[in-house]
């Protein structure tokens, strides 16, 4: 085998030193340049992606605290609409109440003048009658005749002694 003589070792190595040289040199201005360029590339990239996401996740961040703070805003709001018409219905419902009241209290009161008057003509009714009886009984008993006005005086005091009066 001829790389195994001697001799050729020399000129072999001579052929390997220069190969590999020319090989690094190619390497180191050709394809190693390029690799790195792709690696920093790639690096600024992945650091540009990284400010760009963390820049969306402080944006995402911001909106979701702005929406939290719409949602208790209207959330407070709900609630004082809420509170608002309750007062609202409520003092209606009072209102409503307190003029219903009001208005059975005065045909409760228009009532009581009705039955008052209608009792005070139903005594002054027998007031008359019992005079009236109580002159022809004592017409047909005793065969007086009395004069009105004395028979009604003795009716008011019967009536005032047995507590019959107002």
Known sequence: MPQLNVADFIPQLFWLAVTFITLYIILAKLALPRVAGVLDARTHQISNDLQAADALKKQADAAKAAYE?????????????????????????????????????????????????AKDEALAGIRDMAAEASREIVQKLTGLTLDETTVKAAVESELKTAGGSN
């Open 69 to 117: 703070a719409g949602l208790a805003d209207a959330r407070s709001a709900a609630t004082q609409l809420i509170a608002k018409t309750q007062d609202a219905a409520k003092a209606h419902a009072e209102a409503r109440l307190k003029e219903v009241g009001d208005k059975l209290a005065a045909e409760a009161a228009q009532a009581e003048a009705r039955i008052a008057k």
